[in-house]
């Protein structure tokens, strides 16, 4: 939900999409009446996508300068949060940092198995292999963010903050910030392998 229904609101997380996808494949073979091999393959993909309502915003349209926007097109241009100090009551501007978010897990799975049957056993063994991956990004702060506090624009400039004095929207009009960082996010992107064997006896004592 967009609590502003603007480019600039800081409520709500901006639209999710999910998505799953699964393969599956199974073949059953009888070398005799009684042996028989099954092999299964499978792969699983899920897909959780997020992206904040000012997504492809230009920074140069807020204000900025073109270095600083081609320093955001890095990871994603979104508008900054931007926060005011002093008694203004005001709500931030801006996504909430850590809004952008693309997670992509994915798995291979073989498996085979093989059933014997005997006059009094039953035997089954067999394997799997499994191989994961993991695709993750969750990006800080792509675009910013900034405070502007109250003391420069109480009574007495730079003395200490008093809670009647002073307004830090009426600071960011004068273009003073109080502080602000930028921040590049990794890709984190690893992959595993497991592999796992059984053998089972199931054995008849008597017919019964």
Known sequence: MNGF??????IGDGQNVSNQY???FNSVYNFNPSTIFSFNYGF?????VRYPFSEGI????????AYYNNLVNIQNREFPNISFGGNTNLSNLGQATFTTLLN??????????????????????GGQWRKN???????GQPAGQYSFAA???????????VVTEGNGLATALLGIPGGGSISHSFDA????????????????VTRK
């Open 22 to 24: 699964n393969v599956t």
């Open 58 to 65: 230009d920074m140069a349209a807020l204000g900025f300068p």
């Open 44 to 48: 699983a993909r899920t897909t959780g």
């Open 151 to 161: 003391n420069y624009t109480q009574r007495v400039v730079g003395a200490s903050a």
């Open 133 to 139: 991956f993991l695709n993750f990004t969750q990006l």
């Open 5 to 10: 229904g603007t480019l600039g609101t800081s």
């Open 104 to 125: 992509r897990p994915m798995s291979h799975i073989l498996r085979g198995d093989v059933t014997k049957v005997l006059a009094k056993h039953t035997l089954k063994f």
């Open 189 to 204: 992107a690893t992959a595993s392998a497991d592999t796992g064997f059984y053998f089972q006896d199931d054995w008849k």
